[in-house]
Every structure is written in structure tokens, then in C-alpha cells.
């Protein structure tokens, strides 16, 4: 079973290397980031605060989230609704880092995970694949980049998008992601002390996708 483990902050540019990388090597590619966006998204439609956890404890136990792939590309869904695109807007990414605080929430967001890891060869990337997900992962990268870099990435995806943001209320909010991510107790956003450390600030998503191609070959 081939489990390649790609963790980092947000706009580090993880996700678009391990889709890469999953293509590449034409395994699953699990954005598990998606999944704590869907609850974020639940509390919003319920009018729950994210922040609280016996808030986020009325509805976890039961939520109708499933991932599926269509031409290779995954799908979020939530109560039946296909939510990929809606889940990328910025509330839901600052909702997303509240609500996967709680351990209610990565218990069972990190058990549909593992199922998954466990039936499929793929790439999963994420904030604690490598250190707590899948600490057995045979390869386990920790991707990184300088912040204001992170920031412009994120912008330049989501007004090609066509969304509107603006570029200094982006930064801050990657720089509060960074925070909650790694000071949350359960399983915060750390790098597995077996995993390869890559600071992508001065990297094309290609040189990115070589090294760690190039890391997955020479140890087979
Ligand atoms: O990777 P992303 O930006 O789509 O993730 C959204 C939020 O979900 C992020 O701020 C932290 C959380 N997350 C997490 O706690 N653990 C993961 N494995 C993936 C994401």
C-alpha cells in the first residue's frame, strides 16, 4: 500500500502538488482539508457557533459528508449537495480551522481518513497526516513556504476564481489559520519528526512535484 503523507499550513501549496504527484502516480488524491471545510459549512447552514464545541457536538455524530471522484477530481459532499466550491470561500476556511479544534470533530474526520488510506493506495494531504492520521505513512513530506507568499498564492487562486478578496484581510487570515492550526491541543498542524521538511517559497508547483517524485522512486 503506497500512503504518501503531504502536511503544511495553508497556501503552502500542498494541494497542488499532492494532485499532481497523485496523477503522476495515478493514486487517489485525498484533500482532507475538504472535510473539516464541509463541518465548517454545516455549523454556518445551522447558525452554530464553531467556536463551541457542544455546538459542533449536535450535529458531528450524524453528518452526511461524503467524498467521491468524478474524472479523477474529488467532490465534497454535504447532505447530498455537491458543496466543492462553496467550501472554498474564506468564512468557511476560517470556520473550518474552529471547528477542526475539536476532538469530537477529528475523531471522526480522521476515521473516515483512515478507512479510506486503508483500501487505496493515495496522497492525502493535510495538517497531521504525517504525525497523526498515518504515522506509519511510508512517505511523509512537511511542505512550507514565507506567509506573504502563502497569502499571494491564495489570492491569485481565488480570484481566478473569480472571487473577490482582498489581499491584506487574506494575509491575516492565513496568519490566524497558522496560529489556531498549531496551537489547537488534539493533533495540531506539526511536522512528523520522520518527515521530509520542503520550504516551497522560491519553488514552481513542478519543482515541488519533482523532489518529492524523485524522493517516492529512489527509496522503491
Ligand atoms: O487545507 P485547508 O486550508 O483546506 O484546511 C482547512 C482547515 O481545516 C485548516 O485551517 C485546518 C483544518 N485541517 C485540519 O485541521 N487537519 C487536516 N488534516 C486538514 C485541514
Do not use: W
Amino acid at each position: 500500500m503506497i500512503n504518501v503523507a503531504l502536511d503544511g499550513p495553508a497556501g503552502s501549496g500542498k494541494s497542488t502538488v499532492a494532485r499532481l504527484i497523485a496523477k503522476k502516480l495515478d493514486i487517489l488524491y485525498l484533500d482532507t482539508g475538504a472535510m473539516y471545510r464541509a463541518c465548517g459549512l454545516k455549523c454556518k447552514r445551522l447558525g452554530l457557533d464553531a467556536e463551541k464545541e457542544e455546538d459542533v457536538k449536535k450535529f458531528i455524530d450524524g453528518i452526511d459528508l461524503a467524498i467521491r471522484y468524478e474524472n479523477s477530481a474529488q467532490h465534497t459532499f454535504l447532505d447530498g449537495e455537491d458543496v466543492s466550491e462553496e467550501i472554498r470561500k474564506p468564512d468557511v476556511s476560517m470556520l473550518a480551522s474552529a471547528v477542526s479544534a475539536h476532538p469530537c470533530v477529528r475523531v471522526k474526520m480522521v476515521e473516515m481518513q483512515r478507512n479510506i488510506a486503508r483500501q487505496t493506495d493515495c496522497v492525502l494531504d493535510g495538517r497531521d497526516i504525517g504525525s497523526y492520521v498515518l504515522p506509519d505513512a511510508k512517505y511523509k513530506f512537511f511542505v512550507t513556504a514565507d506567509p506573504k507568499i502563502r497569502a499571494e498564492r491564495r489570492f491569485r487562486e481565488l480570484t481566478e476564481k473569480g472571487m473577490k478578496v482582498d489581499f491584506d484581510r487574506l494575509y491575516e487570515e492565513i496568519l490566524e489559520r497558522d496560529y489556531n492550526d498549531s496551537h489547537r491541543t488534539f493533533a495540531p498542524l506539526v511536522r512528523a519528526e520522520d518527515a521530509v521538511l520542503l520550504d516551497t517559497s522560491a519553488m514552481t508547483p513542478d519543482e515541488v512535484v519533482d523532489f518529492v517524485l524523485s524522493r517516492i522512486t529512489k527509496e522503491d
